[in-house]
């Protein structure tokens, strides 16, 4: 039994200590990235000023490119499908959607709309073929479009209401996720909600103005986050994360929560999470109970290739991060 009880120790010290290497990846171009995402060993990203960077060996080396005719849109997200095949997705108005197929030398106007009210947060996708866009209220009524033909054409769907002062950040573009047919999505604002299938929840997430409230949610089995805060105040620690043990039913507070605001939640395992915003990353090894600080840098995005349990965050000033797990 001492012996099984070492071998836990040991495993468990080692994962905490591969967890502290953070290791920049890329920096310097002049984009804020918001958008990640990756098949097998290519990974993907967007930002500011029309930028993407694509890289097809695990973030050992880039290619960076403007969107010609599209340099002064703020890309907040990209859905990959495969290696050379994604999606950008730029938010205001006009909201645009565009398609690549050739790893990003060309791309496609595949969604236009020109509503003066557009404002689009975050892609999400079932598969290769369908997908979901997520939009703050239009005339009170909350926008989401869907495409069953991998993003080359987009149909409105009925969303819900929304409450008063209810909206969605494109901070991340994790505020959307797929589970099966079933949309869960988390709004902020003066009201916080979860929305699960047809059902929705006030989260006792920070509330009540216009920059607080949920930016991310993640899944994992019958274990669920949400992170959050207060954008404007990022230092503020109260009520910046929610776990639940059974899938969305009811929600705890961190014994220890992260070090503030934060825009993104992902999992590498039902235990082990990571979590970043503005000032910092932080991980967990116990579930959601409590969060280390790994760094202070400032990180917008995640995504976690669960193949080579690789984590890449994304963040200002045309930064890349790595964790090794």
Known sequence: MFRNLLLFFLSTCSLAAAAQNLEIISTGNGTNLRGIGGFKNTVWVSGSNGYTGRSADGGKTWEWRQVPGFETNDFRDIAVLNENTALLMAIASPAYILKTTDGGHSWKTVYENRDTAMFLDAMAFSGSKTGYVLGDPVRGKIFIAQTTDAGNSWIQLPGP?????????????????????????????????????????????????????????????????????????????????????????????????????????????????????????????????????????PFNAIFINQETKTAYLAGPKGTVGRIQF
């Open 161 to 297: 209401a929304a409450l008063p002062g209810e909206a969605f950040f494109a901070a991340s573009g994790s505020n959307l996720i797929v589970s099966g047919k079933k949309l869960r999505m988390v709004s902020g604002g003066t009201v916080s909600r979860l929305f699960d299938g047809s059902k929705t929840t006030r989260l006792s997430l920070m509330q009540g103005s216009a920059s607080t409230g949920a930016n991310s949610i993640a899944a994992l089995g019958s274990r669920l986050m949400i992170a959050g805060g207060n954008f404007q105040d990022p230092g503020r620690q109260d009520s910046v994360l929610l776990f639940s043990t059974d899938a969305g039913k009811t929600f705890r507070l961190p014994h220890n929560g992260p070090a503030g605001y934060r825009s993104v939640v992902a999992p590498l395992t039902q235990d082990t999470w990571i979590t970043c915003g503005l000032n910092g990353v932080d991980i967990t090894t116990d579930g959601g109970l409590n969060w280390k600080p790994v760094s202070d840098k």
